[in-house]
């Protein structure tokens, strides 16, 4: 049952999206006991589909995590709904308290908590995310291609997801916005790949009948648009992790922040691995699976090597040595 929660697990993993079950799944199929609590609040439950994910292409989020439950259930595996209120180092590992009270102990942690968009409080933007308003364009290109794209001027990133998304539309609109405008080189860039630049803060997002029509500047200016592009600053769902020692730090793009980790997802306090975008802002769901993957095995692998020294350990208590 969905809601079982044992007193002890060797591994806990915290999050239950892709990168949290996937981990998970590896786990239990190393005959670990491990338990997924997961919050249900996923990053992309917006979105139709799941995009650029060998074999399961244009598959809706929320079946895919249904698919990932059954699988990390049927190896024995735990799922929780319930949001974690509060992780704690013990002398052996860790307790995992629940919001609602109950709690469990676990020799290891994976966190796979990802990160929160951050838009700018432009009216009419936010109730178009994840349909006509889109980051990505590997995530979300291909569905939009050929169509009248505006790309928001926010952050470091703009002008580079503008490039991007030239790939798969000829008529891109860059609205510098409050960021600074594109240098010569860069103008010189878009002027010879077609891309238009608009100066000027955006005022408000126009729309009809749920879908954006275009970008009204606060001159009153209104730049025709079907679909708009916005590099989010993306911020790690982390307040559990500094009762640990583990913080947040500015990821080196400038697109926001996110939890430092070693390739295999091993932070730098003992016993607490991470994966997905909470370490890897820019992975897609296939990532951020791999992500789960990679630390999942390597979480095993630490728990083999306690296992081997406590062994012997034992050993030479028995044998008197």
């Known amino acids: 049952m969905t809601d079982e929660l044992n007193s002890t697990y060797d591994v806990i993993v915290v999050g239950g999206g892709a990168a949290g079950l996937n981990g998970a799944l590896m786990l239990a199929r190393a005959r670990r006991s491990v338990a997924v609590i997961d919050a249900g609040e996923p990053r992309n439950a ?74 700018p409080d432009i009216p009419g933007l936010r109730e178009h995310w994840g349909h006509d308003l889109v980051h990505c364009p590997y995530c979300h290109g291909y569905e939009v291609r050929d169509r009248p794209i505006g790309v928001l001027g926010l952050g470091p990133m703009g002008i580079h997801i503008a490039q991007l998304f030239r790939q798969w539309s000829p008529d891109i609109t860059y609205f510098a916005h409050t960021a600074n405008p594109p240098n010569e080189e860069q103008a010189e860039q878009m002027a010879a790949r077609g891309i238009r630049i608009v100066t000027g803060e955006i005022e408000a997002i126009e729309s009809a009948e749920g879908h954006i029509t275009g970008v009204r500047l606060t001159d009153g200016t209104v730049v025709p648009r079907e ?47 991470v994966a997905g975008n909470l370490t890897d802002v820019s992975a897609q769901v296939g990532a951020a699976a791999a992500g789960g993957a990679m630390a999942g095995a390597h979480i095993n692998a630490d728990l083999v090597t306690e296992d081997t020294r406590l062994a012997v350990e034992a050993h030479r208590s028995l044998a008197g040595v």
């Open 46 to 119: 917006p979105a139709d589909g799941v995009h650029g994910l060998f074999a399961r292409e244009g598959t809706p989020p929320a079946e895919l995590v249904a698919r990932g439950r059954e699988e990390v259930r049927g190896y024995g595996g735990h799922v929780i709904d319930a949001r974690v209120s509060e992780l704690a180092r013990t002398a052996d590992g860790f307790t995992v308290t629940l919001a609602d009270g109950r709690t469990a102990r676990a020799r290891r942690l994976l966190v796979t908590t990802g990160v929160v968009d951050e838009l």
């Open 227 to 273: 679909i708009l592009a916005a590099p989010t600053r993306m911020v790690a769902r982390a307040d559990l992790l500094p009762a640990l020692g583990l913080n947040p730090v500015e990821h080196p793009s400038g697109a926001g922040e996110y939890i430092a980790a070693d390739p295999f997802g091993r932070t730098d306090i003992p016993g607490v691995w």
